[in-house]
């Protein structure tokens, strides 16, 4: 069994923080997107893994994965999952593959579905029920069995969206190479399920356990910290001087908190500075961040991120990496931010 991580779009829904970076390697407490779902698969015992880059993505991918084994595969242009999957076809060779989506996250992981990819079965496809199922694919069951499957539907049949993991045979590259791009004018990957369907082999749909989130969105980036966080084990690195933790934080090697509270559950990364702050529940400073006689809460600051002297408490944040927040003066009533990498703003 090999792993395939598709980490190769562009994440326009994120722009602008997704301007100058893939989304995979965006931290959520305290880590890439990426490391979650690689993890994922180590842990289910898959350790021959394939990751599908772009050539705008490829150089942070590999940064932001240095350290482990893993192949980069190429996709020039972005065409769609499917074909995504069929630039990946001489790692994949005759071997059945996990295809994972690289900005997804699986409370759960994703062991249960290799249980289901039992003889006899062509795929494994991982559902859950949504709100908005015209948004996603979308899954029409007979038991276990997926009979039909949509593309975003504008009338969609069931409220089971396809999720962002799925298990094949290699018979799936067979079905591949004979499909046409969607209206969408992509090779989707839920075409290429039903074409396993039409052939009458066994398609299997399996509940995602846990919680699953896709992050699409900054709102889904901060609901995503937030579920990560609720997890962590209290572990302190670093130097905390004249301060109060409360609750599960995370101070790693190098960080230093002087001064302030924190409340958590928080994640203070490798170096960030902390210094007559409070840092309140739900929020991660990545690597080297800095938050000076502020206040922030439910927030994600990644790396080099500078908070500093802003007189109203921040929340509801994302402040890409190297972005600077600071006050000269002043008091703002409120601030909800979504800044890109290397944004600068000052409060007034």
Do not use: C
């Amino acid at each position: 069994m090999k792993g395939l991580i598709l980490a190769a779009g562009r994440g326009t829904r994120l722009r602008p923080l997704t301007h100058t970076r893939p989304k995979p390697v965006i931290r959520v407490a305290g880590r890439p997107i990426l490391h979650y779902g690689l993890e994922n698969l180590l842990q289910a015992g898959i350790e021959e893994i394939g990751v599908v880059v772009s050539p705008e993505t490829e150089k942070d991918i590999r940064e932001a994965l240095a350290g482990y084994r893993v192949r980069y595969i190429l996709q020039e242009e972005p065409q769609g999952l499917a074909h995504a999957v069929a630039v990946a076809r001489d790692f994949l060779g005759q071997s059945p593959f996990v295809l994972y989506l690289g900005d997804n996250l699986f409370q759960k992981g994703i062991a249960h579905f290799l249980q289901a990819f039992t003889p006899g079965v062509s795929a494994v496809i991982a559902l859950v029920r949504v709100e908005n199922p015209s948004q996603f694919g979308v899954a029409v069951l007979e038991g276990e069995r997926i009979v039909r499957l949509l593309e975003k539907p504008k009338e969609p049949p069931s409220d089971l969206a396809v999720a962002g993991v799925y298990v094949f045979t290699p018979e799936v590259l067979e079905v591949i190479e004979g499909l046409k791009p969607s209206a969408r004018g992509e090779y989707e990957i839920t075409d290429a399920i039903q074409g396993l369907i039409d052939r009458g082999k066994r398609v299997v749909g399996v509940e995602v356990e846990g919680w699953w989130k896709d992050t699409g969105r900054p709102a889904d980036l901060l609901d995503a910290n937030r579920l990560l966080l609720e997890e962590l084990l209290p572990r302190v690195e670093g130097e905390v001087v004249e301060s109060q933790l409360t609750g599960r934080v995370v101070v790693e090697k190098g960080a230093r908190v002087r001064k302030s509270t924190v409340i958590g559950p928080a994640f203070i990364g490798e170096g960030a500075v902390v210094e007559g702050a409070y840092i309140g529940p739900f929020t991660s400073l990545g690597p080297g961040a800095k938050v000076v006689r502020s206040e922030v809460e439910y927030s994600i600051l990644e790396d080099h991120a500078v908070l500093e002297d802003v007189a109203l408490r921040l929340q509801e944040s994302i402040l890409g990496v190297g972005a600077q927040v600071k006050s000269r003066n002043g008091l703002p009533r409120a601030h909800r931010l979504i800044l890109g990498d290397l944004s600068q703003v000052e409060l007034a």
